[in-house]
């Protein structure tokens, strides 16, 4: 299963897959980070759609076209509320584990995750990597729509966080 999940270095919004997940939150109001590059480059109909479905509880995830970008879909995985709880373990776990339920619904075969969380709601790197990958590892070992799962990290220690998890799980 290890080899079902890719570890890249790049923007996300880069990628040609069926679905990237955005960091996003409860309001699913398109602010920085990630979710202000899908934004840019994937035009106004991303947020147009996320205005007719937020806000949605935290942990959950919803899903959007994704405009001009070269993905399908986008995934609104809202780990964090706008002016309220930032990531927690619980809320980042839920995020994801809703996140690869919608993937089930459409039964995509490739998807790209960011760290989630680790951005502007500043949680650890580490802690993100361990809960990201094992959720995801999870997930595939119970059997899945899903052939590739692509973690897309900017280069420096949210990377180096994620590749020496990564080292240590079979
Ligand atoms: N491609 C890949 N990784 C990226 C990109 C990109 N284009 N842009 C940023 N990162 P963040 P969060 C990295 O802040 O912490 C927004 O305002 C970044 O370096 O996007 O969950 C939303 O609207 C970091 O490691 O997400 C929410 O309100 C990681 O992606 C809030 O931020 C996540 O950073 C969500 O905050």
Do not use: W
């Not at 679905?19 to 409860?26: G, W």
């Not at 692509?150 to 280069?155: G, N, S, T």
């Amino acid at each position: 299963m290890k080899e079902k999940l890719i570890l890249t270095q790049g923007d996300i919004t880069e990628m040609e897959v069926d679905a990237i997940i955005n960091a996003a939150n409860t309001e699913l109001m398109l602010g920085g980070g990630v979710a202000g590059a899908i934004r840019k480059r994937g035009g106004p109909s991303i947020q147009e759609e996320c205005n007719k479905l937020g806000p949605i509880p935290l942990g959950e995830a919803a899903i959007t076209g994704a405009g001009k970008l070269k993905a399908k879909y986008v995934i609104h995985a809202a780990s964090m509320s706008l002016g309220g709880p930032l990531t927690t373990r619980e809320s980042l776990l839920n995020s994801v584990k809703n996140s690869l339920k919608r993937t089930e619904e459409k039964k995509l075969k490739s998807i790209a995750f960011p760290a989630i969380g680790t951005g502007v709601a500043g949680f650890p790197a580490n802690q993100c990597a361990q809960i990201m990958i094992d959720t995801i590892m999870e997930h595939l070992e119970k059997g899945s729509s899903l052939e590739k799962v692509y973690i897309v990290l900017f280069k420096g220690p949210v990377y180096d966080a994620f590749e020496k998890y990564l080292a240590t799980i079979k």
